[in-house]
């Protein structure tokens, strides 16, 4: 079968490496997620989201490789993830998204994707 995958439809690694930068220099700068991450370098943790979003999408088998079957909402476990967290999550991934020009159906597979996807790593009921 020679149909492109999406990764490739999107054009491929480049793609995906503009995307996450794009995603992490957002969670530098914000206050609800920045103290989640335990490391100084955001670097390693940009690499994981990656080599996760191209494995999913139809590209290099790379995260498996290191990483182990994804799991992600066990691996979220750690932290607690309500609707603050997913919205600020989603607002620099939306930033993301734009910044890379996909054709509009493109974006909205990969956008539809993001949203459910975050909304499954919700584990913390709202604050009241
Ligand atoms: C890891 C936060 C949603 C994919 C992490 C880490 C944090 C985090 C703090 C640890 C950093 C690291 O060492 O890698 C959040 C928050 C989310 C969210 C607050 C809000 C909803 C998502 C979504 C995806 C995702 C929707 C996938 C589409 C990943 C991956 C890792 C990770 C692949 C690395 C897992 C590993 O191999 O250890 N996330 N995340 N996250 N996250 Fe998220």
Known sequence: DSSPTFYERVGGGETFRRLVARFYAGVADDPVLRPLYPEEDLGPAEVRLRMFLEQ???GPRTYSDQRGHPRLRMRHGGWSIGERERDAWLRHMRDAVDELDLEP???????????MAAQSMVNAAPER
């Open 105 to 115: 159906e493109a974006e909205r597979e990969l956008w539809a994707y993001l949203v």
């Open 56 to 58: 999913y999408w139809g």
